[in-house]
C-alpha cells in the first residue's frame, strides 16, 4: 500500500479467520487500522485496511452477513462512504443477495437522504454490466444495478474511459471460460 500511495484498501472474500485476523492486525499497525470482519463461511471476510492518518476521520463501520460494509470518513470538508461488496451470485444464493442488495440500497438511501455524504459502491457484485445493458429483461442478479441506474449512480470506467470492451477483472485459467468485468467501482 505504501508502495502505491493508497491510504484506503477494501477487501473482500479474504476467508480470513478470527486467528489470522488477530496476526494481521498486529503486523499493519504500527501503519494502517483494520476495519474488518470475518465469519466461518467460505467466501466471507470483508473490510477496509485504513493508513494511520485517514483513520482519525472514521465515524462508523458497519458489516452485513460476512458479504457487505461500509466505513463513513467525516472530515471538516466531507462526509464520504465508501461501501464494499462480495456477492455470490448463484441461484442457491438468491435469497442471500436479495438481502444483501436491499442493505446496500438502505446504506445508500442513507446518503442520498442526508444530501451531506458522497458515496463509493465498490467491490465484487459476480454479475456482468455489459450484460445487464444488452438485456432487454432484468435478471433478478442485476436488481442492484437497476437500482444504481434509478438513482443515477455510474459504474466508474465507463465514466472515465470511452472504451471499456476489453477491460476486464476476472481472467479464467481455463482459456475456454470467458474474460469478464465483475468488479466494478
Known amino acids: 500500500m ?19 485476523l488477530r496476526i494481521l492486525e498486529h503486523t499493519v499497525q504500527d501503519k494502517f487500522k483494520l476495519y474488518f470482519t470475518t465469519e466461518e463461511k467460505k467466501g466471507t471476510g470483508i473490510g477496509f485496511l485504513v493508513k494511520k492518518e485517514f483513520a482519525i476521520y472514521v465515524q462508523q463501520f458497519q458489516h452485513f452477513e460476512g458479504r457487505i460494509d461500509f466505513i463513513d470518513f467525516y472530515t471538516k470538508k466531507k462526509k464520504i462512504r465508501i461501501v464494499q461488496a ?19 440500497e438502505h446504506w445508500t438511501n442513507q446518503c442520498l437522504d442526508s444530501f451531506v455524504k458522497d458515496i463509493i459502491i465498490m467491490g465484487d457484485f459476480n454479475t456482468k454490466w455489459n450484460e445487464y445493458e444488452l438485456l432487454d429483461a432484468s435478471h433478478w442478479r442485476h436488481d442492484i444495478f437497476n437500482y444504481f441506474k434509478k438513482h443515477f449512480i455510474k459504474e466508474s470506467t465507463s465514466v472515465f474511459c ?19 468485468k465483475i468488479d466494478y467501482i
Do not use: C, F, W
Open 86 to 104: 462480495y456477492i455470490n451470485v448463484q441461484d442457491k444464493e438468491k435469497p442471500q443477495v436479495k438481502r444483501l442488495y436491499k442493505q446496500i
Open 162 to 180: 470511452d472504451d471499456i470492451s476489453d477491460m476486464y477483472t476476472y481472467i479464467p485459467n481455463n482459456p475456454n471460460h470467458a474474460h469478464n
Open 2 to 20: 505504501t508502495t502505491n500511495n493508497i491510504d484506503i484498501l477494501g477487501l473482500a472474500e479474504t476467508n480470513v479467520n478470527k486467528n489470522i
